[in-house]
């Protein structure tokens, strides 16, 4: 059964600090990885795409790792802001004719002043 | 990235009424668009997908009669909830594409709460 699960539920970290947001799928054969931010009350804004190839991706504080063997993936965020406070959503495209998109249930980040 | 935009922005209404969201795209045209629903703490749920000009294909368990799509051009897609029930009230979100297999650009959603 094609599947993405994100670890963890939620989180809470302090201004300035790093996290890492895990991303595990089964989704077979697999396209691309997108990773999205939500605030709340508002519409997913992509942050990465990952494709098989691509191990690493970054954009700005915002870095994207995938491992297409063990079908793993992850977001890192740096010397994170209030601002970074939102869901991020893992969404993986595949499965038959490549066409059926994945979602994952989203980690809920709070960062704290 | 494209620009697609969803209005109301949030709606209330009786049980029993039918409400109408639009959702366009801004800067492209927009073969595919695809209609989500969101429940408070839960991650997106796929309603339905729309190509211009056809019907759409709606995900199981999702009423193609109470959930009325129109796809009539390329840049605009509307859903019709019919007979909305309290149950009903949730987050939909809309996504356009260039087709199916390009990137979905989300617009900002619409809250529907009914009484």
């Known amino acids: 059964k094609n599947q993405v699960e994100q670890s963890p539920q939620s989180l809470i970290i302090l201004e300035g600090k790093n996290c890492t947001l895990q991303?595990?799928?089964?989704?077979?054969?697999?396209?691309?990885l997108r990773w999205y931010k939500q605030d709340t009350g508002r519409g997913p804004v992509s942050l990465t795409i990952?494709?098989?190839?691509?191990n690493t991706k970054s954009n700005g504080r915002y870095t994207a790792t995938l491992d297409a063997d063990t079908k793993q993936s992850s977001l890192h965020i740096t010397a994170s802001q209030l601002s970074d406070s939102a869901s991020y959503i893992c969404?993986?495209?595949?499965?038959?004719?490549?066409?059926?998109?994945?979602f994952g249930s989203g980690t809920k980040l709070n960062v704290k002043p | 990235g494209a620009v697609v935009s969803q209005h109301p922005s949030r709606v209330i209404c009786k049980s029993g009424t039918s409400v109408k969201i639009e959702c366009r795209s801004l800067?492209?045209?927009?073969?595919?668009m695809f209609w989500y629903r969101q429940f408070p703490k839960q991650s997106l749920m796929l309603m339905a997908t729309?190509?211009?000009?056809?019907?759409?294909?709606?995900e199981q368990g999702v009423e193609k009669d109470k959930f009325l799509i129109n796809h009539a051009s390329l840049t605009l897609s509307t859903l019709t909830v019919t007979s909305a029930h309290p149950e009903d009230s949730s987050f939909y979100i809309c996504?356009?594409?260039?087709?199916?297999?390009?990137?979905?650009?989300f617009g900002p959603g619409t809250r529907l709460t009914v009484l």
């Open positions: 996504s356009a594409s260039l087709g199916l297999n390009n990137e979905q650009f």
């Open positions: 991303c595990n799928y089964t989704v077979s054969p697999f396209s691309n």
């Open positions: 990952m494709t098989f190839s691509e």
């Open positions: 969404v993986v495209r595949g499965g038959y004719n490549f066409n059926k998109f994945y």
């Open positions: 800067d492209f045209q927009a073969t595919t």
């Open positions: 729309s190509n211009e000009g056809s019907k759409a294909t709606y």
